[in-house]
């Protein structure tokens, strides 16, 4: 598991390195985004093959879970 509660430019800029770090299996979690980086952050795991799991909303926050 990796965790990321940090902002969708940082995520986006980052998220090749996330992912190479993650193993076959294993989950990255991503919090600290607003709930209109949604679609962005979503669309970048997908071209990384990354899976999208549950998104928990909370007054405009969201957290994401993805998939290797």
Do not use: C, M
């Amino acid at each position: 598991i990796i965790l990321a509660n940090i902002n969708r430019n940082i995520i986006l800029d980052n998220l090749d390195y996330l992912y190479n770090q993650l193993k076959p299996g294993g989950t990255l979690l991503l919090s600290g985004l607003l709930a209109e980086d949604e679609t962005d952050i979503t669309a970048a795991a997908l071209t990384l093959n990354l899976q999208p799991g549950p998104v928990l909303h909370k007054a405009g926050w969201i957290s994401i879970g993805l998939f290797k």
